[in-house]
């Protein structure tokens, strides 16, 4: 009998590890986890990627990227980031240039650590939204026919079936954020998502937080903001910005006929790009640019591509696109499942995406995510021409006299490593406004550490510093 038992217990632990490696990891799904990516750096926490089906009778499936947190990842929240465009990948984007725990390296061929990633304060979920976007794809042709709706509705079914493949994060605190278009699809979900909870008798979204950077949240404000922006850095004339400021009435501007603008108006705007000009990144104007076709010779050449800005590769887009082009890397990525008839792109060439939801006023759906009791913060890279602090600052402003929120902490500067980060502002205890001091369009790329503070200090739901003290974090 003894043996017998012996034997027993020896088959029933071949069953049990059978069985973790059917359900993975802490009962995550075993055929979505990453085991290593070529040329990654050796890392103690866990990665998956893969398809969620969003439509299965269509054949609609977005791509998904998740990393868990560096230390301790089960008492640390989720947080969800999406790139904006609209049609521009988080994968690309925030997962492996802005925010992700890995670079692509010089060469195109490897990765290197990104010891700011945001992983050090959350788990990370990156999602290609909508279908169209890197690998997300769908069997059905008028599916790459989208807007801000079905695009918020298919990342409402992702996320319910998200949860699916990772039970353990259905309770967990869940944080939405991205950039830029992001301040559409951000919003909008967590509308769809509070909308769930309020109809649901069951399962409900945990939503502790709203944060957008450099969003675009009302383009008749955020347009004029550019050339206003251009005038005060010295990058066009006081004609020039006086004509536009006088001669352009933006109330009418919308993105689908532009043309309703005055012709003086359109003559100066015309001038007013000219004289920017191409070799200036308007997402980062004071960020150098990167010259193509040397890149391109040296990734040829395997060298490592050279660093133009001190501390910022300038080139990693490049970089990037390489990297992920390579079978190997989307192999182990679980990517491009169906092989997909054109290359990896950082964004979409097959979408065609609405040409007036980019004119929908997002105040009131902020508005709605606030009366939740949700915060909102809205952060600014001072350094962007494209979506400026400047439109970004006056909206949340006008958002809080709308709330009939008094102001909590005065405009003034915050501080990490004993420097000035940015300035913020807080009105009501639930809506803050803070720029990020020598920060691009892609805030975290630009500054990644005093990115990294203020996404921490966010979701630990703290107020940024007003003084040069060093924080707990620092």
Request: with cysteine; proline share 5%.
């Amino acid at each position: 009998m003894g043996l017998w038992n012996k034997l027993c217990g020896f088959l029933l632990s071949i069953a049990l590890l059978l069985g973790w490696v059917v359900l993975g990891v802490k009962g995550y799904p075993a055929e979505d986890l990453v085991v290593k990516l070529p040329g990654q750096p050796e890392v103690g926490f866990k990665q998956y990627a893969g398809y969620v089906d969003v439509d299965v009778k269509a054949g609609r499936s977005l791509f998904y990227y998740f990393v868990e947190a560096d230390k301790n990842p089960e008492k640390k929240p989720l947080t969800l980031w999406l790139n904006g465009g609209p049609g521009c990948s988080s994968i690309g984007g925030g997962a492996f240039t802005e925010l992700g725990p890995f670079y692509p390296r010089g060469d195109g061929r490897g990765l290197r650590r990104n010891s700011l990633s945001w992983n050090r304060a959350s788990n990370l979920l990156f999602v290609e939204s909508p279908v169209g976007v890197g690998w997300s794809y769908s069997n059905t042709s008028s599916d790459y026919y989208s807007d801000d709706a079905s695009t918020a509705k298919d990342m409402h079914i992702f996320m319910m079936k998200w949860y699916e493949k990772f039970p353990e994060f259905k309770s967990r605190e869940l944080f939405l954020t991205g950039e830029s278009y992001a301040g559409h699809y951000v919003p909008q979900l967590a509308d769809v998502l509070l909308d769930h909870n309020a109809h649901s008798s069951g399962f409900k979204f945990n939503i502790k937080g709203v944060a957008i950077g450099n969003p675009l949240l009302r383009l008749d404000r955020d347009v004029p903001a550019t050339y206003e922006f251009f005038w005060s850095h010295g990058m066009i004339s006081d004609e020039i910005g006086l004509t536009i400021m006088n001669e352009c009435d933006f109330d009418d501007y919308v993105f689908e006929s532009p043309h309703n603008v005055s012709q003086p108006c359109k003559q100066a705007i015309a001038e007013a790009n000219s004289i920017v000009g191409d070799y200036i990144n308007n997402y980062d104007v004071i960020l150098d640019v990167c010259y193509p076709s040397i890149v391109e010779q040296e990734l040829r050449l395997r060298k490592m591509a050279t660093k133009i800005s001190v501390g910022v590769d300038v080139c990693m887009t490049y970089e990037r696109r390489l990297y992920l082009n390579l079978p190997e890397v989307q192999m182990a990525l679980h990517a491009n499942r169906t092989k997909l008839s054109y290359p990896w792109s950082m964004c979409s060439r097959q979408l065609l995406y609405s040409d007036t939801d980019g004119n929908i006023n997002i105040l009131p759906i902020l508005e709605k995510i606030i009366q939740n009791g949700i915060p909102v913060w809205i952060f600014s890279g001072d350094q962007d021409s494209v979506v400026p602090l400047l439109g970004s600052r006056t909206l949340v402003r006008e958002l809080a006299h709308d709330l009939k929120f008094k102001i909590t902490v005065p405009y003034g500067a915050w501080f990490h490593k004993r420097q000035v980060g940015g300035w913020v502002t807080e009105y009501g205890n639930l809506l803050t406004f803070a720029t990020v001091r020598g920060a691009a369009h892609m805030v975290p790329y630009a500054q990644p550490s005093r990115a990294l503070h203020l996404f921490t200090s966010f979701v630990r739901g703290r107020r940024l510093p007003n003084n040069t003290r060093p924080s707990i974090d620092e």
